[in-house]
């Protein structure tokens, strides 16, 4: 991400102090060893006390964010329960989600623990927007006041409450809303391509999406038809590929790839407007369209061209978050078997394609 300036905008940052450590040991174990317990010394020596200067604020100039965060989703839990592990940090005043894309201010991040507490230290002074998610809801969440941080000041902001984006009562849904596309179908890698390194004791089995070329796999899993997903039946851990990318079509080509998840509905609403929330945990140069029960259907959606976080081709497993709330009107929809058609249309680029963190149908409010 660039950043950009207005005409005679002043602007500076800290970067460092930065540390090289060169040590030295009998065996590389002791060598590793020894580096993460250095690491350890430094994390808890930050910030320092020796930098002189003045754009580097020491500890006592510094000033403390502390509170507890809440999450209330009526259709989940009948009262709020606890932010477990949320992710809590503080940045350059903005909007919902916006500091994903902040660079030019100062960041501080924590997580909270599992009765939602969360303590934010040594933030330099500043006014900060604070913003969280909650591991288990969709949703970017912000707190409505900005937060002034003082010199050797604490503030407590108190209990937060965070309700995430919700109309009505889930039919189904497949993922986990976590902000990644980890839990989903990461394939074997290309026994050409295979990288030992994340195979060993220290890389558990949930970094195999580093594994280099895995997009690639889709066009040999799926070489002439798509992925169909049946809802109740299908696996995600198992069924849903984890990314939605393009498909070879031979002489250097590529074609776009139209996925499907297939439901039934015992009722239907006619009148009502269903919800369909669609959370990407990643897009590159890509265009989502939604249809529904009719393949060749005008889109009932489209997220327009996306993305730039190359998380596809840099085997990373998320990139930038977004969220989609698609209406889905009753009339769409039919008693029986429905089809969610996604497509990923856009393929002049490789590596087009987005990753899903999560999907969910929501049932009009009403319905119960």
């Known amino acids: 991400m660039n950043t950009t300036y207005s005409s005679k905008e002043p602007w500076k940052k800290v970067f460092g102090p930065v ?31 020796f930098v002189k200067s003045v754009d580097y604020p020491l500890h006592h100039q510094r000033g403390t964010v502390k509170g507890q965060f809440f999450v209330m989703d009526s259709h989940k839990n009948k009262t709020k329960i606890f932010g477990e592990f949320a992710f809590v940090g503080l940045a350059l005043p903005g909007k919902a989600g916006s500091w994903q894309t902040e660079n030019k201010g100062y960041q501080f991040w924590t997580g909270a623990d ?19 998610s909650v591991p288990g809801f969709i949703g970017d969440y912000i707190y409505e006041h900005v937060v002034t ?24 849904e497949i993922g986990v809303p976590d902000r990644t596309a980890a839990e989903f179908y990461i394939p074997d890698p290309n026994p050409t391509l295979f990288t030992k390194l994340y195979l060993n004791h220290s890389n558990p089995p949930q970094h195999r999406f580093r594994q280099y070329g895995l997009w690639d796999r889709y066009s040999v899993l799926y070489p002439r038809n798509d992925l169909i997903y049946h809802t109740g039946v299908s696996d995600y851990k198992k069924d849903w590929f984890y990314a939605q990318v393009i498909r070879k079509a031979g002489n250097g ?24 929330r669609v959370a990407l945990a990643a897009a590159t140069a890509a265009d989502l ?15 327009g061209l996306i993305g730039r976080d190359n998380a596809i081709a840099r085997h990373g497993i998320h990139g930038l978050y ?31 394609g987005v990753m899903y963190d999560y999907l969910r149908l929501e049932a009009p409010s009403e319905v119960r």
């Open 149 to 172: 941080i003082t010199p050797g000041k604490e503030i407590n902001v108190g209990p937060i409450v965070y309700e995430p984006p919700r109309n009505g009562p889930t039919l189904w």
């Open 289 to 303: 369209l939604v249809r529904v029960n009719e393949a060749n259907s005008e889109p009932i959606f489209t997220t």
């Open 253 to 276: 080509t590529h074609q776009a790839t139209t996925w499907q998840i297939v439901f039934n509905l015992k009722a239907v609403t006619q009148t009502g407007n269903y919800t369909l």
């Open 322 to 352: 977004k969220l989609y709330s698609i209406d889905v009107h009753g009339k769409l929809l039919r008693v029986g078997n429905n089809t969610i058609f996604l497509t990923q249309d856009r393929c002049a680029n490789l590596f087009s």
């Open 114 to 132: 599992k009765m939602g507490m969360f303590t934010l230290a040594n933030v330099r002074p500043g006014n900060y927007s604070l913003y969280a």
């Open 19 to 49: 540390l090289v450590y060169l040590n030295s040991a009998p065996t590389p174990d002791l060598l590793w060893t020894d580096a993460k317990r250095q690491m350890a010394t430094e994390v808890e020596s930050w910030p320092y006390d």
